[in-house]
């Protein structure tokens, strides 16, 4: 799916549910200036013209401030209060996205455009194989589980 594609998609998902409203423009760049990094445009577009967070594999993405929170986690920023992984396991510009729980994360690489998506599972970290837009339309098909994200890291891509 192209970015438009994508987006008009998570149209539809946000007319059916009840995602929270789009993100101000403020609250993007209160974001970025947070992580320290742009977000990635096909993620943007989606904060400021569907809905801020909420979309995506069962409860949703995380949002910006004031949008989808996840757990004990407000928002994408929230996790960045303190900088990059104090630990150094996961790299600066990798940001935590989703929490499928079991110390499962998926993350978005802000350090490339098309939004890469990432794994961490229990400190460990390995890029997925797929972009941001490859992940939702995954997540949109029902084929985006935990076993395909942890099988991305044994089947060595």
């Known amino acids: 799916m192209t970015d438009d594609e994508v987006v008009e998609a998570m149209r539809v998902v946000a007319r059916v549910g009840t995602l929270p409203p789009p993100a101000t423009q403020e609250a993007v760049a209160a974001a970025e200036e947070a992580i320290g990094f742009a977000l990635p445009p096909l993620l943007r577009r989606l904060y400021v013209e569907v809905a801020n967070g909420g979309f995506g594999p069962n409860e949703g993405i995380l949002g910006v401030s004031g949008g989808a929170a996840q757990g004990n986690f407000a928002d994408i920023a929230d996790l960045y209060q303190d900088g990059p992984d104090p630990s150094g396991r996961i790299p600066a510009g990798l940001v935590l996205i989703y929490d499928w729980g079991c110390t499962i994360w998926s993350l978005v690489d802000f350090r490339d455009p098309a939004g890469v998506m990432w794994v961490n599972y229990e400190g460990e970290c390995w890029p997925q194989g797929v972009d ?12 985006l589980t935990v076993e395909r994200l942890l099988e991305s890291h044994s089947c060595g891509t």
């Open 132 to 143: 941001l837009a490859e992940w939702l339309t995954s997540t949109l098909a029902g084929t």
